[in-house]
């Protein structure tokens, strides 16, 4: 079955940076295009990223253009999201989602914190 799962979250002061890892597994990775999503505390999940099958063309939200970039590697089927120039707005949980046969899969989320 299709398995997403995320990892690299953490605590990291502002300005900071990580990087994002969303392992898949269960389907044929290499065919799908990949999003990461973020919900933070009471607000709704908003899309932050999203890479097509190949990798050739990748959009963002605003709020994180020029400051985040999404990447893939279909031979590891993996997606990643380097995040940097980290600001205390970015705190939230991330998720990767794959949307097959119509129907969206999620992983679990990784927390990301942005601190002082």
């Known amino acids: 079955q299709v398995q997403l799962v995320e990892s690299g979250g953490g605590l990291v002061q502002p300005g900071g940076s990580l990087r994002l890892t969303c392992a898949a597994s269960?389907?044929?990775?290499?065919?799908?295009?990949m999003s990461w999503y973020r919900q933070a505390p009471g607000k709704e999940r908003e899309l932050v990223a999203s890479?097509?099958?190949?990798?050739?063309?990748?959009n963002y939200a605003d709020s994180v253009k020029g400051r985040f970039t999404i990447s893939r590697d279909n031979a590891k089927n993996t997606v990643y999201l380097q995040m940097n120039s980290l600001k205390l707005e970015d705190t939230a949980v991330y998720y990767c989602?794959?949307?097959?046969?119509?129907?969206?899969?999620w992983g679990q989320g990784t927390q990301v914190t942005v601190s002082s």
């Open positions: 890479i097509t099958s190949g990798g050739g063309t990748t």
């Open positions: 269960g389907f044929t990775f290499s065919t799908y295009a």
């Open positions: 989602k794959v949307l097959r046969l119509s129907r969206a899969y």
